[in-house]
């Protein structure tokens, strides 16, 4: 009978470490997740910030040319003006996607998330079966 006792408490004793591990492994991976939402937001504000300057520096140009023709000053060529604008172009696509990669990843963890919580649940429900039988074979 002893040795029994001995036995179940060995047995409850890995199942609270092994629980205390996955808690564990849970809070950090939360804690990971947390710190790489900061950095999205961080980031998401630096590009709208970028976007808005980018915006103005546009219009400044648009001002500055019209005034250019108004003083009839060299305005750039139709050529030059137009590969600036798809460099810009380029670099508001390059941000996006650099935001559509940052969601993709967000998605990710939350994906890995809710698998965490579904899997601590799991456990949840495999102790309170496995305290029931105990109870019922008692």
Same mark, same amino acid.
């Given at each position: 009978?002893?040795?029994?006792?001995?036995?179940?408490?060995?047995?409850?004793?890995?199942?609270?470490?092994?629980?205390?591990?996955?808690?564990?492994?849970?809070?950090?991976?939360?804690?990971?997740?947390?710190?790489?939402?900061?950095?999205?937001? =961080?980031?998401?504000?630096?590009?709208?910030?970028?976007?808005?300057?980018?915006?103005?520096?546009?219009?400044?140009?648009?001002?500055?040319?019209?005034?250019?023709?108004?003083?009839?000053?060299?305005?750039?060529?139709?050529?030059?003006?137009?590969?600036? =604008?798809?460099?810009?172009?380029?670099?508001?696509?390059?941000? =996006?996607?650099?935001?559509?990669?940052?969601?993709?990843?967000?998605?990710?963890?939350?994906?890995? =998330?809710?698998?965490?919580?579904?899997?601590?649940?799991?456990?949840?429900?495999?102790?309170?079966?496995?305290?029931?039988?105990?109870?019922?074979?008692?």
């Amino acid at each position: 009978m002893a040795a029994s006792d001995s036995l179940h408490d060995e047995r409850e004793r890995i199942a609270n470490e092994r629980e205390r591990v996955a808690n564990e492994r849970d809070r950090v991976a939360d804690e990971r997740d947390t710190v790489a939402d900061q950095r999205e937001t =961080a980031s998401d504000a630096r590009d709208l910030e970028l976007d808005e300057k980018e915006r103005r520096l546009a219009n400044l140009e648009q001002a500055l040319d019209e005034r250019g023709r108004t003083l009839r000053e060299a305005v750039p060529d139709v050529l030059r003006r137009q590969q600036e =604008a798809i460099d810009r172009s380029r670099d508001v696509l390059e941000r =996006a996607e650099e935001r559509l990669v940052r969601a993709e990843a967000s998605l990710e963890r939350s994906r890995a =998330a809710i698998q965490r919580d579904d899997a601590e649940i799991q456990r949840e429900v495999a102790s309170s079966s496995e305290e029931t039988t105990k109870r019922s074979g008692t």
